[in-house]
Antibody
Framework: QVQLKETGPDLVQLTQTLSITCTVS????????VHWVRQPPGKGLEWMGA???????DYNSAFKSRLSISRDTSKSQVFLKMNSLQTDDTAKYFC??????????????WGPGTMVTVSS | DVVLTQTPVSLSVTLGDQASISCRSS???????????LEWYLQKPGQSPQLLIY???NRFSGVPDRFIGSGSGTDFTLKISRVEPEDLGVYYC?????????FGAGTKLELK
C-alpha cells in the first residue's frame, strides 16, 4: 500500500542546515510527484516545494535560495535540505504525494510528519 | 502570491447541523486551461491532513456525500450537511492554480 515516512533530526541549531528524507513505498517516484508542506506549532499549512515525477523541482519563492529538493529513485527517497535555519522554521514537516495530474493534481497521501525544533 | 481567506476562523456546531466554510481568493483560480484547482483538506487532531474535495466540487474516493464543494472564480464554499463526530478538526482550502501554491489559514470545526 502507499506509504510515505519522513525522517530527520528533532533539533537543529540556529543558522544550521536541515536535512529530511521522505521514504516512499507502494508507488514510483517516476510516476507520482512528492511535495513538502510544513506546519509551525498551532498554525496553518505552508507549501514549500515539489519534486515532479519527471525530475524537475518547484520551490515556494518564500524560501528563496534556502531550499533544495532532490531524489534518489533507486531508493524511493525524496530529500529536503534547507539552510540558514531560524527559530520560525520550527515546524512539523510533511511529505505528501500528488497525482501526475490529468488535469487535477492533489495531495492524496501524506506522511505522518516529523517535528523539527530550531534551537538557539 | 495568492491569498486565500477562510471564514469563519472557527465554527461551533451541534451534531447533525449543517456547517458552511467560505474560502475567498485574492485572484481568480480559473487556470488558462479552463480548470479551477481548488481543494479542501481536513486535518483531524494529531493527524496529517486528508483530502476531501479537488477541482472545487469533486469528492475524493471514500469521502461521504455530506461534503459538498462549490464556487467559481474567487469565491468557494465547503458545506457539510449533518455534521458527525469524525468531521471535527481544521479545514483548509488550497489553491494549485498559481505558483506558489497556497493554503488558507484554516477553519476549526468544533462542537458547541
Amino acid at each position: 500500500q502507499v506509504q510515505l515516512k519522513e525522517t530527520g533530526p528533532d533539533l537543529v541549531q540556529l543558522t544550521q542546515t536541515l536535512s529530511i528524507t521522505c521514504t516512499v513505498s507502494g508507488f514510483s517516484l517516476t510516476t507520482y510527484n512528492v511535495h513538502w508542506v510544513r506546519q509551525p506549532p498551532g498554525k496553518g499549512l505552508e507549501w514549500m516545494g515539489a519534486m515532479w515525477n519527471g525530475g524537475g523541482t518547484d520551490y515556494n519563492s518564500a524560501f528563496k535560495s534556502r531550499l533544495s529538493i532532490s531524489r534518489d529513485t533507486s531508493k524511493s527517497q525524496v530529500f529536503l535540505k534547507m539552510n540558514s535555519l531560524q527559530t520560525d522554521d520550527t515546524a512539523k514537516y510533511f511529505c505528501a504525494r500528488s497525482q501526475p495530474g490529468s488535469p487535477y493534481w492533489y495531495f492524496d497521501f501524506w506522511g505522518p510528519g516529523t517535528m523539527v525544533t530550531v534551537s538557539s | 502570491d495568492v491569498v486565500l481567506t477562510q471564514t469563519p476562523v472557527s465554527l461551533s456546531v451541534t451534531l447533525g447541523d449543517q456547517a458552511s466554510i467560505s474560502c475567498r481568493s485574492s485572484q481568480s483560480l480559473e487556470y488558462s486551461d479552463g480548470y479551477t484547482y481548488l481543494e479542501w483538506y481536513l486535518q483531524k487532531p494529531g493527524q496529517s491532513p486528508q483530502l476531501l474535495i479537488y477541482g472545487v466540487s469533486n469528492r475524493f474516493s471514500g469521502v461521504p456525500d455530506r461534503f459538498i464543494g462549490s464556487g467559481s472564480g474567487t469565491d468557494f464554499t465547503l458545506k457539510i450537511s449533518r455534521v458527525e463526530p469524525e468531521d471535527l478538526g481544521v479545514y483548509y482550502c488550497f489553491q494549485a492554480t498559481h505558483d506558489p501554491y497556497t493554503f488558507g489559514a484554516g477553519t476549526k470545526l468544533e462542537l458547541k
